[in-house]
């Protein structure tokens, strides 16, 4: 099993920034992709962002493109989400998940049901 822990959210206003992280324990190495998702109140559970512990390649949700960056340090098991420019409808709780199904080839999961893990998450709170 994996074991996350996000941390970073808080309240920011409109324009502010926010860096979140999560912490990964547990049987990291079979971790192959890790990813960020956001969860508003009465909506469901979007893909932000990923990047693949295999080959360091990130990818990005359309709307997301721009004011997101995910990073992620493998010695330290960590993964992070520079959020910039934020605005009131970024609001939200947002999540890390990992995806340990393994792949012959890179793939770019971006649904929550391609993930297997899961931390508690962090609220994000963008005020106007």
């Known amino acids: 099993q994996v074991q996350l822990v996000e941390s970073g959210g808080g309240l920011v206003q409109t324009g502010g920034s926010l860096r979140l992280s999560c912490a990964a324990s547990?049987?990291?190495?079979?971790?192959?992709?890790m990813g960020w998702f956001r969860q508003a109140p009465a909506k469901e559970r979007e893909f932000v962002a990923a990047v693949s512990k295999r080959d360091g390649s990130t990818y990005y949700a359309d709307s997301m493109k721009g004011r997101f960056t995910i990073s992620r340090d493998n010695a330290k098991n960590m993964l992070y989400l520079q959020s910039n420019s934020l605005k009131p409808e970024d609001t939200a709780v947002y999540y890390c998940?990992?995806?340990?199904?393994?792949?012959?080839?890179?793939?770019?999961?971006?649904?929550?049901?391609?993930?297997?893990?899961w931390g508690q998450g962090t609220q994000v709170i963008v005020s106007s």
């Open positions: 547990g049987r990291t190495s079979t971790v192959y992709t």
């Open positions: 998940a990992v995806d340990t199904t393994y792949f012959p080839v890179v793939r770019q999961p971006t649904r929550p049901t391609e993930y297997e893990y």
